[in-house]
Nanobody, 127 residues
C-alpha cells in the first residue's frame, strides 16, 4: 500500500512560483505513474499533470502548459510540481495520486484512473 504526503503549498502573489513535493512510501515508487490534481473551492477535482514511471512522458492540462512542470526523483521516491507564473485561478488544494497499473494509451488524466491519493496541500494565489 503506497502512502503519499504532499508539501510545499502556501500563499503566493500572482506571478510567483511554488514547488510542490509528493513523497511516497510503502510501494515500488519507480514503477508508478504519478499525477497531480487540484480542486478549487466549489469546483470539481481537475487533472493538472502526469508523469510516467521513468519520467520520459508527461501530460498537462492546457491551462498550465508552459507554466507548470512535473518531474520525479525515483531515488527519493518523490514527484514534484514546479509552478511558475501563478495566477489567482490556480488557487486550489493540490493532490498527488498514483495511477492504477495497467493503463494503456495516453497518460491517465481522469481521477477514476488513479487509486491512491495524498491528503493535499493548499495553494493560494493572491492578485
Amino acid at each position: 500500500q503506497v502512502h503519499l504526503a504532499e508539501s510545499g503549498g502556501g500563499l503566493v502573489q500572482a506571478g510567483g512560483s511554488l514547488r510542490l513535493s509528493c513523497a511516497a512510501s510503502g510501494g515500488t515508487f519507480s514503477r508508478l505513474t504519478m499525477g497531480w490534481f487540484r480542486q478549487a473551492p466549489g469546483k470539481e477535482r481537475e487533472f493538472v499533470a502526469a508523469i510516467t514511471w521513468g519520467g520520459v512522458s508527461t501530460n498537462y492540462v492546457d491551462s498550465v502548459k508552459g507554466r507548470f512542470t512535473i518531474s520525479r526523483d525515483n531515488a527519493k521516491n518523490t514527484v514534484y510540481l514546479e509552478m511558475n507564473s501563478l495566477k489567482p485561478e490556480d488557487t486550489a488544494v493540490y493532490y498527488c495520486a498514483v495511477a492504477t497499473p495497467g493503463w494503456l494509451g495516453s497518460l491517465p488524466s481522469k481521477d477514476y484512473e488513479y487509486d491512491t491519493w495524498g491528503q493535499g496541500t493548499r495553494v493560494t494565489v493572491s492578485s
